[in-house]
């Protein structure tokens, strides 16, 4: 990466979202996003919101899974801060819609590790 990293300058451990990005800083927090992440369904739900902001109905008609299981998958993603949700009057009642907090990811074990990846000196 370039020295136009978004998570350079960050010195501690934590869960930090700067310019789009996602900046996740030790074994803990790594190990938060990770099990957020290891799952099939909410890596699809994920992708699916890279082109924007859709509803609980729409995400569960495209991965053709229940709504129930597609709001507890999302519910998973909004623990770890990596989507968020908000409820919006729709035709037939209140709906959700999601919307993912991020372009891209940084995951690294140590503040060190992290500005390695940012283009800074090896540690």
Excluded: W
Excluded at 43 to 48: P, T, V, Y
Excluded at 70 to 80: F, P, T
Excluded at 83 to 108: D, W
């Amino acid at each position: 990466m370039a020295s136009s990293c978004p998570c350079r300058g960050i010195d501690k451990e934590g869960i930090f979202e700067r310019d789009g990005v996602y900046c996740v800083v030790g074994p803990r927090y790594v190990l938060a996003v990770a099990q957020a992440l290891a799952s099939e369904t909410r890596l699809q739900i994920l992708a699916l919101l890279a082109g924007g902001m859709k509803s609980l109905d729409e995400i569960s008609a495209e991965l053709g899974q229940s709504k129930a299981n597609i709001s507890n998958q999302i519910k998973r993603l909004e623990d770890e801060g990596l989507v968020y949700g908000y409820y919006e009057a729709g035709r037939r009642g209140i709906k959700k819609l999601v919307q993912t907090r991020f372009r891209a990811a940084v995951l690294a074990l140590t503040p060190e590790g992290l500005q390695a990846a940012c283009g800074g000196e090896e540690p």
